[in-house]
């Protein structure tokens, strides 16, 4: 006895060639882009069986974007984290940038601050 309906990978497959041609037509760089969004979405295979009432394709759509927000948010994360340790930077920097301008003007670094000139 046959299956009534194909599977959600026979359909995926189904969908990836019919966008063979379309792909062809594209650039190298392109191609590589669009092969990498058709792998984004047969990540999402196993879930996609389960949204049975909304046509495969955007199926596959949506599991396509929800691997690109995904991206998205790690860069938006590493964005926060390299501003991060950018303002600790500036920080250092200007405490090393007092420091130098105390010791330009003859006074002790500011880790002495607080004890008279001269003293140990």
């Given at each position: 006895?046959?299956?009534?309906?194909?599977?959600?990978?026979q359909?995926?497959?189904?969908?990836?060639a019919?966008f063979?041609?379309?792909r062809?037509?594209l650039?190298?760089?392109?191609?590589?882009?669009?092969?990498?969004?058709?792998?984004?979405?047969?990540?999402h295979?196993?879930?996609?069986?389960?949204?049975a009432h909304?046509?495969p394709?955007?199926?596959f759509l949506l599991?396509m974007?929800?691997?690109e927000?995904?991206?998205?948010?790690?860069?938006?994360?590493?964005t926060?984290q390299?501003?991060?340790?950018a303002?600790?930077?500036?920080?250092?920097?200007d405490?090393?940038?007092?420091d130098l301008?105390?010791?330009?003007?003859?006074?002790?670094?500011?880790?002495?601050?607080?004890?008279?000139?001269?003293?140990?």
């Amino acid at each position: 006895m046959g299956r009534t309906v194909s599977s959600i990978t026979q359909t995926f497959l189904k969908e990836q060639a019919a966008f063979a041609r379309f792909r062809r037509a594209l650039r190298r760089q392109d191609q590589l882009a669009l092969d990498e969004l058709f792998a984004s979405a047969r990540k999402h295979l196993s879930a996609a069986s389960y949204a049975a009432h909304a046509l495969p394709f955007e199926t596959f759509l949506l599991a396509m974007l929800l691997e690109e927000h995904k991206e998205v948010l790690r860069l938006q994360r590493e964005t926060d984290q390299l501003r991060a340790a950018a303002a600790e930077l500036r920080a250092d920097l200007d405490c090393l940038q007092g420091d130098l301008d105390r010791l330009r003007a003859g006074a002790e670094p500011a880790a002495a601050e607080g004890a008279p000139p001269g003293s140990p």
